[in-house]
């Protein structure tokens, strides 16, 4: 079929594009069809019939098929992906699980969200630890080669760990992981990627790029309900992170262990690091079946092309406009596009486009100068995109709200 006719059913399975134009996909994705379908049914089904112990062996089992799939997703093996509830609570366990001596450097940058930075400074003053700052050029003052010479001055013996986003979600920059973590390994060092606006936004091959730990949004990109995320640990890490929590689902044989005994066997590879007991099923039943639209009806390499180019598509026709300034910079962009208008604040800005049935949002105002952000979606139109930059033309030629 034609990309047309794909896109055209694509958006038949998303109804929530069809009620304004859907531009916020890195704060949450539109739920498909089958996601909103499987969720209600499996409500409707503990609801009427209860939940009781049956279940819990057919929730194990969907639990081990969709850390399948989003192993698939991203390039890694079944056995290092956990589920988790959020990607913050990956960011904490690799933070808190790690063997942490007092003195010991973590290293971050200053584009990092907040999931980030908190857990980090929690740890610091848990452990005693030191934490650097790489200042990443803002916009088009970003320069590859000048953040990789930066990181190698800032290392040091007791540099442990780098924390670092995929994509910026204040600037929409994409960072170069496979760079980095080369620059960490030559060094002793591992890399922990908050990859909350980078799984299904852009390029990702965890083996590839020779990532140690990528925490993941199921929320966003991957157009999973809210609740559910995922952890990624390469295996040979494995042995280096202790479970900060524990639980049965923890533990391998939950049930076959010594009551009298203070030891415990964990549960196998990456599963050791899964907190609940008996997860939210609707929500991981609904998180299952968004992937299985992205893999098998959309189509990862198609999904991520068409992302890259409705991104580039956007940004000609916003770099025409003299009163808009583009923070993302160029050629590092993913599914994002950052940028600012004269004379205006962006939240002002968004609050009249939102009342026009765009849905953009301003990145938080500690974030200074906090841009506009634009999340272009697969499932946008080139006519959805050109609505946007007449309205934008629009307002700042003093249209009404």
């Not at 503990?46 to 081990?64: K, S, T, V």
Request: hydrophobic share 40%; with cysteine; charged share 25%.
């Amino acid at each position: 079929m034609t990309d047309h006719e794909k896109i055209t059913r694509i958006r038949k399975e998303l109804p929530a594009v069809e009620s304004c134009v859907y531009l916020n996909t890195g704060t949450n994705g539109p739920l498909c069809r089958a996601s909103a379908e499987a969720m209600r049914e499996e409500a409707e089904k503990e609801y009427l019939q209860g939940r009781y112990l049956p279940f819990i062996a057919d929730l194990y089992e969907e639990m081990d098929l969709t850390r399948t799939m989003i192993a698939d997703f991203i390039g890694g093996d079944y056995d290092e992906v956990a589920l988790t509830h959020t990607a913050t609570e990956g960011m904490n366990l690799i933070l808190w699980g790690m063997n942490w001596q007092p003195g010991n450097e973590i290293i971050t940058t200053n584009r990092e969200h907040v999931a980030g930075l908190a857990p980090i400074a929690l740890v610091r003053s848990r452990f005693g630890l030191n934490v650097k700052y790489l200042e990443v050029g803002y916009g088009n003052a970003y320069d590859e080669e000048d953040l990789i010479n930066r990181l190698r001055r800032s290392i040091s013996p007791r540099s442990r760990l780098l924390v670092v986003s995929h994509v910026s979600f204040s600037t929409g920059l994409r960072f170069p992981l496979k760079r980095l973590a080369e620059v960490c390994h030559e060094n002793d060092m591992c890399i922990l990627v908050d990859g909350a606006q980078g799984a299904g936004a852009t390029e990702l091959d965890v083996h590839d790029f020779n990532i140690d730990f990528y925490s993941i949004a199921g929320r966003k990109w991957l157009l999973g309900p809210e609740g559910i995320a995922a952890l990624y640990i390469a295996k040979e890490r494995i042995s280096e992170i202790d479970p900060t929590f524990i639980s049965p689902s923890s533990v391998n044989h939950r049930h076959d262990l010594d009551i009298a005994s203070p030891y415990v066997i964990p549960a196998p590879y990456a599963a050791r690091y899964q907190t609940a007991t008996a997860i939210n099923r609707p929500i991981l039943l609904g998180f299952k079946e968004a992937l299985k639209f992205l893999l098998n009806d959309v189509g990862k390499e198609w999904l991520l092309e068409r992302i890259s180019a409705s991104v580039a598509y956007l940004r000609t026709k916003l770099e025409k406009i003299p009163e808009v300034t583009i923070v993302t910079p160029e050629g590092q962009e993913a599914g994002f596009l950052h940028f600012l208008v004269e004379n205006w604040q962006p939240a002002d800005f968004c609050k009249i486009l939102n009342g026009r049935k765009y849905m953009i949002r301003p990145v938080p105002a500690q974030h200074l100068p906090a841009p506009i952000r634009v999340s272009v979606g697969f499932f946008n139109t080139h006519e959805e995109l050109d609505g946007l930059v007449e309205n934008i033309v629009d307002v700042i030629g003093g249209g009404s709200s």
